[in-house]
């Protein structure tokens, strides 16, 4: 009877272990599948960019015209505005092209997740990428990292060169470890928004036009993160709205980090805000577009009708 009830217990046992070990080879080749498919549609993207050379190059200008109309207002008024920006160095010029360039990256982040979504449900191909798994937060993903690197290397190339025109340097003890850090986390929390926009998809039917989330942020940013001007000069009932977005803290560190030198003890206050913000907006925006997405499969689909 001992004998028996050993076997039986070694069998249970046996039993287990293979279920955890399956468990965590299906684990495992989940976590392989949502990165090859990030790859797949990475390579995509800049497969069709490479086929519409005409959409390259006007992607190219848009990105920077923006930086360029900033630059030339900066000099025009540097003269009068470098006393305000004192804590940054004084320079006007810097003050404002460093913000721009950030702020052009974190838009793409903020925009990516709702126009991949609008473009894959209009194209009928969003829910082909449901069927399979992974499918759809692989595609997302690919996107999202994609205009990421595109909008990166766009912006770092016009910084360059506007640094080389205008005598812009970087401080010589910039700590570029701490500012790769803050801008990882300030990325992170963006693209959290931009999951909270993208559900108003399905959960608000904004199925065109304008995404209300990303809409509200990247106005509010414009006029209350200090992004063009410092929050000393906006009016007192107005400040308290910037600490609402990620963008006030990252702003004020990077420019502190890159044109003072300062420490990661200098900024640790804006990097702990942007560490916890970040986990907080991807988690929240996770949710609640796989909720929309949940919703939308219960009734109308997600898939177009026309």
């Known amino acids: 009877m001992k004998t028996r009830t050993r076997r039986t217990d070694s069998a249970a046992n046996t039993h287990g ?5 399956s468990e965590r080879e299906l684990m495992n080749s989940g976590v392989a599948a949502l990165l090859k498919g990030i790859g797949s549609f990475v390579w995509l993207e800049y497969k069709a960019l490479l086929f519409y050379p005409a959409t390259f190059f006007m992607t190219v200008f848009q990105g ?3 930086m360029g109309i900033w630059f030339f207002i900066s000099l025009f008024i540097s003269g009068y505005a470098d006393r305000f920006v004192s804590a940054y160095g004084g320079s006007y010029v810097a003050y404002v092209v460093l913000g721009v360039a950030f702020h052009e990256v974190a838009r793409s982040a903020l925009k990516s997740p709702y126009v991949s979504i609008q473009t894959a449900f209009w194209e009928k191909r969003l829910e082909t990428y449901r069927i399979f798994p992974k499918g759809f937060w692989a595609y997302i993903l690919g996107r999202f990292f994609w205009q990421l690197l595109f909008a990166l290397v766009i912006q770092a190339a016009t910084l360059a060169l506007i640094a080389g025109v205008a005598g812009i340097e970087l401080h010589p003890k910039a700590h570029l470890g701490t500012a790769a ?3 990882f986390f300030f990325i992170a929390s963006v693209f959290g ?4 926009g993208a559900s108003t998809f399905f959960l608000l039917e904004v199925k065109t036009g304008v995404e209300p989330v990303g809409w509200m942020v990247d106005y509010a940013v414009r006029l209350t993160s200090g992004l063009y001007y410092p929050i000393a000069i906006i009016p007192a009932f107005v400040r308290p709205l910037s600490r609402l977005f990620p963008h006030t803290y990252a702003f004020r560190a990077m420019r502190l980090i890159l044109l003072q030198g300062a420490s990661g003890r200098a900024v640790g206050n804006d990097l702990l805000v942007l560490a916890l913000y970040a986990p907080l907006a991807v988690a929240a925006g996770f949710l609640l577009l796989r909720s ?10 997600v898939s177009a009708v026309v």
């Open 292 to 301: 929309a997405l949940a919703r939308a499969e219960r009734s109308n689909g």
């Open 193 to 196: 928004l931009g999951l909270l």
């Open 181 to 183: 850090l803050v801008y």
């Open 17 to 21: 272990a293979r279920d955890a070990t």
């Open 64 to 66: 920077m015209i923006n």
